[in-house]
C-alpha cells in the first residue's frame, strides 16, 4: 500500500486559542482538579480550574506590565515543571509566542535560538540558566527581560501586574485566531544548525483534540475513575507539549516530574498514580529491566523469563484476534497468565504507580516484543510517530487492533504517502507552518500540502506504518552496499547491558559498530557472577563482557544479509551523552559528531 487515510475526528478550530480552555473550563467547572503540584515538602496537592486560571490571569497581567506584547516571543528554558505550564498559558492569553529552550543547551545554541527568534524576553529556571544566557546576551540586542523562577519570578510578576484590570488580557487573548503563531519549537539538530518550527494554536488545537477523541477510553485505568497523568518528558519538545495542551483540553488531571530517570521518577508515579503514561522507549525498557533483575537478585530468574514467555504469547493470541487471525488465549495460557499476573505483572504495573493499564510511546522505535510484554503485563501501550514539523502524532496505533512493532495508523484526519523512493509524506492540519526566516528550507519540506519527512517506511494492507530508516542515515560502504543502521542498533539495544549503539561504515569496506554499557545493569551483572566491581578501563577488556555483547551483535546480523552485519565492535568506557553534545534533548544519537569524538576508536575498527 502506498496511501492510508484516516478519516478526521476533530474539526479544524474556527475561533479563539488555546488559553480559552483555561478560562472556560474555570467557568464551567471551577472546582475540577486540574493539576497536581508538589508543596515545599514533596507533598502533592490539588489545583482546581479556578486556581489554575486566577494564577494564569494574574502571571498574564504581570507579563504585559513587564512590557511584552501581542505577538512577542518570549523564551522559556526550564525542566518540566508546573510554572513551565503557567508560562505558556499566560503568554497565550496575551497573544505571545513561546520559544521553548532545552534546559541544557550550550551558549552557544541558545544564542542561534533567541538570536534567531528575535526574543525579546526569557524565563530560566535558576542561575546556571541565568549565566548561560549572560555570556552571549552583548550579541541579543533585543533581550529586554530576563526571569528567573528560583527567585520568585512568579510573585514578582503577580505584583507588577496586579494594578491592571482583568479585561486588558481578555482582549488581548481575543485577538488571538487559531491561525496565530503558539510557539517556535526547535528542530533537535541531529543534523546541521536546529531550524525553528512555526506552529500555530489551530495545529495544536486539531492534535489535542483529535487525541482526545480517540484514545480519550484509554486515559482511564478503569471505568468511572478520574483520568490523570504524570508529564515527565521535556516540555521543550513537542511530545510533552502535546501532552500538555492534550491534558489541558481534555480535562485531565497533570502533574509534572522534571527528571526523566527512573530513581526521580519510580518514587513519584507511585504518589501520583497516573491512570495512563506518556513516555519514550527508554522508560519501559528501564521498568522491564530493573524487574529482571530484581528476580535475579531474588533467585527468581527462571520464573521470571517464564512469566516474560507467557506474556508474549498471551499478547500475540490477543492480537492475532483482535485482526481476526485466532481464537484469543487457550484455557491453559489463560491459566498460566492469571498465575503470573500475581506473581509479576502485578509487581511491574505497582512500579507505575498500580493504576496504568494504557501508555503512549514515541521519540523513537519500541522493540516489538517489549510490547508485546507490557500488554502481557496488563499495561497496553500504543506506539506511534511523529515530528515537531507534525506537532507531535502523526500516526498511533488505534486502542481496539495494536499491531506491536508499528508505530500505528495515520491518526484522525491525517494522510500517510510512501513516496517512491520509500519516503514517508504526511498531510493534516496539525502540519507547521515552515520554518521562521528560512523559505529555502520550507520548500524543501513542505510540497503542496504534503510534509516530506526524511524517514523511511511502508505500510502495509491495513495502513499500519513502519519506520525502516532515515534518508539521511543510510550508510553507504566503499563496495556499494546500502544499510539502514536503524534496525541493527535497536537490535543490539536490546540486550540488557547495552545502553547505546552506534552503527558505524560509511566509505568503508565493512559495517562496524560502537557500543556503549549500562552502568546499573553492568554492576547488577557483575554482582549476579561473583566478580568485583571493575573500573570502566577495566570493564570494555573483561572477555565475559564482551562474550555478551557479541551475542547481542551476532543476534543483530541476524535480521540483514552477510554483506550489511556488525563485522566487528568496540565497547566503549562512557555512554553518549547530551551534556557531551553527543545526543539530542530526545535522546537521539548526533552520529557526526559521535563519528568525530571518537575518531580514533572508528579508525581502529578498521585497522587504521
Given at each position: ?8 475526528l476533530?474539526?479544524?478550530?474556527q ?7 483555561v478560562?472556560?473550563h474555570a467557568?464551567?467547572?471551577p ?10 515538602d514533596?507533598a502533592?496537592r490539588?489545583?482546581?480550574?479556578a486556581?489554575f486560571?486566577d494564577?494564569?490571569?494574574?502571571l498574564a ?7 511584552v506584547?501581542?505577538?512577542d ?9 508546573y ?7 499566560a503568554?497565550?492569553?496575551?497573544g505571545?509566542?513561546?520559544?521553548p ?6 551558549a552557544?545554541?541558545?544564542f ?23 555570556t552571549v ?7 529586554g ?7 520568585d519570578a512568579?510573585?514578582?510578576l503577580?505584583?507588577a501586574?496586579a494594578?491592571l ?27 546541521g544548525?536546529?531550524?525553528?518550527c512555526?506552529?500555530?494554536?489551530a ?8 487525541m ?12 468511572g475513575?478520574e483520568a ?6 521535556p ?13 489541558v ?5 497533570m502533574?509534572?516530574?522534571p527528571?526523566?530517570n ?6 513519584d ?34 520464573p ?22 485466532g481464537?484469543g488465549?487457550?484455557?491453559?495460557l489463560?491459566m ?7 506473581l509479576v505483572?502485578?509487581?511491574v504495573r505497582?512500579?507505575m504507580g ?9 521519540g ?7 510490547g ?8 497496553t501501550?500504543?506506539?506511534g ?9 502523526s ?15 495515520p ?13 514517508v509524506?504526511l ?29 523511511l517506511?511502508?505500510?502495509?494492507d491495513d ?5 525502516t ?7 553507504v ?8 543502521p ?6 543490539v ?5 547495552i545502553?547505546?549503539?552506534i552503527v ?5 569496506p ?7 554499557l549500562?552502568?546499573?545493569?553492568v554492576?547488577?551483572?557483575l554482582?549476579?557472577r ?5 573500573t570502566?578501563g ?6 565475559d ?12 546480523n ?12 568496540r ?8 551534556e557531551?553534545?553527543?545526543?539530542t534533548?530526545s ?5 557526526k559528531?559521535?563519528e ?13
Open positions: 500500500m502506498r496511501e492510508f487515510t484516516t478519516p478526521p476533530a474539526s479544524a478550530p475561533v479563539g486559542g488555546l488559553a480559552d480552555t478560562y472556560e467557568l464551567d467547572t472546582g475540577h482538579v486540574v493539576m497536581g503540584r508538589k508543596d515545599e514533596g502533592w490539588d489545583v482546581t480550574a486556581e486560571r494564577e494564569v490571569l494574574a497581567k504581570g507579563l504585559l506590565a513587564q512590557g506584547r501581542f505577538g516571543r518570549v523564551a522559556v528554558m526550564s525542566r518540566t515543571r510554572e513551565w505550564t503557567l508560562f505558556d498559558y503568554l497565550w492569553s496575551v505571545a509566542q513561546v520559544v529552550v532545552y534546559p541544557t543547551s550550550s552557544e545554541q541558545v542561534w535560538m533567541l538570536h534567531d527568534a528575535q526574543v525579546s524576553a526569557a524565563m530560566v529556571e535558576h542561575e546556571d540558566h541565568a549565566m548561560t544566557i549572560a546576551i552583548d550579541r541579543l540586542p533585543n533581550l527581560r530576563l526571569w528567573q523562577l528560583d527567585v512568579v510573585r514578582e503577580y505584583e501586574g494594578h484590570d482583568d479585561e486588558v488580557v481578555h482582549r488581548h487573548r481575543r485577538a488571538v485566531t487559531p491561525d496565530s503563531v503558539a510557539t517556535i519549537i526547535y528542530t533537535s539538530g541531529t543534523t544548525r536546529p531550524k525553528g512555526v506552529i500555530s494554536h495545529n495544536f488545537m486539531f492534535e489535542a483534540d483529535t482526545v477523541a480517540r484514545w480519550k477510553p484509554v486515559f482511564h485505568s478503569r471505568r475513575d490523570a497523568t504524570l508529564l515527565f518528558l516540555l521543550a519538545h513537542v511530545f510533552g507539549r502535546m501532552v500538555q495542551v492534550a491534558a483540553r481534555g480535562h485531565v488531571k502533574g509534572h516530574q527528571q526523566l527512573a530513581a526521580a521518577l519510580l518514587p508515579l507511585a504518589a501520583f498514580r497516573p491512570t495512563f503514561i506518556l513516555a519514550v522507549p527508554y522508560i519501559f525498557e528501564k521498568v522491564f529491566n530493573a524487574a529482571r533483575r530484581k528476580a535475579e537478585r531474588d533467585g527468581k530468574e527462571g521470571f523469563d517464564k512469566a516474560v514467555e507467557v506474556a508474549v504469547r498471551y499478547a500475540e493470541a490477543l492480537e492475532a484476534k483482535a485482526f481476526g487471525a481464537p488465549p487457550s484455557a491453559g489463560r498460566q497468565h492469571q498465575l503470573f499476573d500475581k505483572y502485578a509487581k505497582e512500579a498500580g493504576r496504568v493499564r494504557h501508555a503512549m510511546s514515541g523513537s522505535g519500541m522493540d516489538r516484543v517489549l508485546l510484554f507490557f500488554c502481557g503485563a496488563g499495561v501501550i500504543y506506539e510517530y511523529g515530528l515537531t514539523e507534525t506537532t507531535a502524532a500516526t498511533a496505533n488505534p486502542p481496539e487492533r495494536t499491531r506491536y512493532g508499528t508505530v500505528g495508523q491518526i484522525p484526519g491525517m494522510t500517510v504517502h510512501i513516496a517512491d523512493d520509500g519516503e509524506w498531510r493534516g492540519a496539525n502540519v507547521f507552518q515552515g520554518y521562521l526566516g528560512d523559505q529555502k528550507a520550507t520548500d524543501a519540506t513542505l510540497h503542496d500540502g504534503w510534509l516530506a519527512t526524511g524517514d517506511g511502508a505500510l502495509d495502513g499500519y506504518l513502519t519506520i530508516g532515515r534518508k539521511k542515515e543510510i550508510l560502504t566503499s563496495g556499494g552496499k546500502s544499510v539502514s536503524a534496525q541493527l542498533e535497536e537490535r539495544r536490546d540486550h540488557p547491558l545502553a547505546q549503539c558505524v561504515g560509511n566509505d568503508r565493512y559495517i562496524a559498530a560502537l557500543v556503549t549500562d552502568g546499573e545493569a554492576e547488577h551483572w554482582t549476579m561473583g566478580k568485583p566491581q571493575l570502566p577495566e570493564l570494555v577488556r573483561d572477555p563482557l564482551e562474550t555478551e555483547v557479541r551475542r547481542a551483535v551476532v543476534a543483530a541476524t535480521l540483514v544479509s552477510q554483506a550489511e552485519s556488525i563485522r566487528t565492535f565497547i566503549l568506557a562512557r555512554q553518549f551523552t547530551e557531551h553534545g553527543l545526543l534533548p535522546l537521539k544519537l548526533k552520529r559528531a559521535i568525530q569524538a571518537y575518531e580514533k576508536e572508528v579508525a581502529a575498527l578498521y585497522g587504521a
